[in-house]
């Protein structure tokens, strides 16, 4: 019963390295996204992939990379961080079809830390 | 582009009262689903409710409950008899063809002993 799974759950970086967070779902979804929800705001869309081998920007895709390596896993990406991008990342997935709503499922999100 | 509004940042109750949290959206489509999302403490994003726009009657699980307003554009929670395990952060969402999922500023929903 994993639904989405999202490594690792808490990170600290130094301004200036990189690092990649996973996601993985086991659904056989076909769309997949990242999310980013400050204090106190509400989740904001940094990128999404409607299907394997596509990726797309959301609101605020400054300072990210995405890949959708297979059906399952979608990776993102800060090459460089900064202190600005402090925040809870969510990895999500959806079901396509009128019947079964549109749903979006998400994992339990990642507690990133920039100093 | 797709905006969902939700402008009761804070709402308090006390507990078995009913609430109802306001939303309204704004969206050029004619077929899109909207949705409740409760983030408890835990900040776990949690499905409370979702509403196909393209059906009249407004969605019911259990003790929580939708008014779709569609030419209004108005899409609310109630919240009959509140608990204290209700208590969380709440986010209405919008989702259409182009398949991102919009949300709201959230409504913090303290429910009092």
């Known amino acids: 019963n994993a639904g989405v799974t999202q490594t690792p759950k808490f990170q600290v970086l130094k301004t200036g390295q990189s690092m990649t967070l996973q996601c993985a779902q086991d659904?056989?979804?076909?769309?997949m996204y990242w999310y980013r929800q400050d204090p106190g705001m509400g989740l904001r869309l940094i990128y999404y992939?409607?299907?394997?081998?596509?990726?797309d920007k959301g609101e605020v895709p400054n300072g990210y990379n995405v890949s959708r390596l297979n059906k399952r896993e979608f990776s993102l990406r800060l090459e460089s961080a900064a202190p600005s991008q402090t925040s809870v990342y969510f990895c999500?997935?959806?079901?396509?079809?009128?019947?079964?709503?549109?749903?979006?499922?998400f994992g339990e999100g990642s507690w990133l830390t920039v100093v | 582009a797709q905006t969902v509004t939700q402008s009761q940042p804070e709402m308090s109750v006390q507990e078995a009262e009913t609430v109802t949290l306001s939303c309204t959206y704004d969206?050029?489509?004619?077929?899109?689903?909207l949705f409740w999302y409760k983030q408890p403490p835990s900040r776990q994003m949690i499905l409370v409710i979702r509403?196909?726009?393209?059906?009249?009657q407004n969605a019911t699980e259990n003790r929580f409950s939708v008014n779709f307003q569609k030419a209004a554009k108005s899409f609310s929670l109630k919240i009959s008899d509140s608990q204290l395990g209700d208590t969380a952060m709440y986010f209405c969402?919008?989702?259409?063809?182009?398949?991102?999922?919009?949300f709201g500023q959230g409504t913090r929903l303290t429910i009092n002993p």
């Open positions: 999500a997935s959806k079901v396509r079809g009128r019947a079964l709503g549109n749903t979006i499922y």
């Open positions: 659904m056989n979804h076909n769309s």
């Open positions: 992939s409607a299907s394997e081998g596509t990726t």
């Open positions: 969206t050029s489509e004619n077929n899109y689903y």
């Open positions: 509403q196909e726009a393209y059906k009249q």
């Open positions: 969402a919008l989702i259409q063809g182009a398949q991102k999922l919009v």
